[in-house]
């Protein structure tokens, strides 16, 4: 039975990931904030996967706070440099610092990033009442790209390292935003969110045995216009 380490498993996405691979019969083990994990924690993080080793890693936690009625004034002139550097430290210098200590302690692995069509293309401002969803938010995920890549030539061929980058997921969003967002995208609906269990799984399995370095774009075609 392979051991899964999953990140941000109690979110959306990881919910959904971590009951289809329990389902599928692997061992998963979960870290969240909701859990009481701090992953900007470098002695946690160090300690963490000193003493607790897997064949796949799984990492779905961010930050990512979407414009509601709190946020809807934010602009690019009235953001604050640091909520821009929270972006980046959590959803990269934690991120490269879980991937690293899994990395060094674990010899022959897969690590499965996530970024999002943000991290590609620019927010759209109709989407969001004409107001900003967060530069940090695409400016880090762009990032975890880069970095992705970055790992994956420097711990090949023992570890594997691909990132998965998924479109809006249904998540009770209001009927206009899905209406809008339908009609730009391919597809014409948003995705659900068990549509990226199967593309979660083959990264982690023996099936990828010579996949590294890639980008999944599971997002409708949004980013094909």
């Keep these: 039975m392979k051991k899964i380490i ?10 959904s990931v971590k009951a289809f691979l329990l389902e599928k019969g692997y061992d998963c083990l979960c870290l969240d904030m909701k859990l009481g ?7 946690f993080v160090r300690n963490f996967f000193l003493d607790n080793k897997a064949t796949g890693l799984i990492n779905l936690f961010a930050l990512n706070h979407h414009i509601d009625l709190d946020h809807q004034k934010t602009n690019l002139f009235n953001i604050k440099l640091q909520s821009f550097k929270q972006y980046l430290d959590i959803n990269l210098t934690s991120l490269f610092s879980v991937c690293r ?12 990033n996530f970024s999002s069509t943000y991290g590609v293309t620019s927010p759209i401002k109709s989407l969001y009442h004409n107001e900003e969803k967060h530069i940090g938010y695409s400016v880090s995920k762009a990032g975890v790209i880069m970095l992705s ?4 030539t420097h711990l090949a061929p023992n ?3 691909n990132t998965v980058i998924p479109g809006g997921v249904y998540n009770s969003q209001s009927e206009e935003f899905i209406e809008k967002y339908s009609q730009l995208t391919p597809m014409k609906r948003m995705m659900n969110v068990s549509e990226l269990n199967d593309i979660v799984e083959y990264l982690i ?3 990828s045995s010579y996949v590294t ?3 999944f774009k599971i997002e409708g ?3 094909a216009w």
């Excluded at 200590?101 to 499965?112: C, K, L, Q």
């Design 6 to 15: 999953i990140t941000g498993s109690e979110g959306l996405i990881g919910s």
């Design 37 to 43: 994990h701090d992953l900007a924690d470098e002695n």
């Design 101 to 112: 200590e899994f990395a060094r302690n674990n010899s022959e692995a897969s690590i499965v």
């Design 149 to 152: 890549k970055h790992l994956a």
């Design 159 to 161: 570890v594997r390292v």
């Design 205 to 207: 399995s023996d099936k």
């Design 213 to 215: 370095g890639a980008e």
């Design 221 to 223: 075609g949004w980013t």
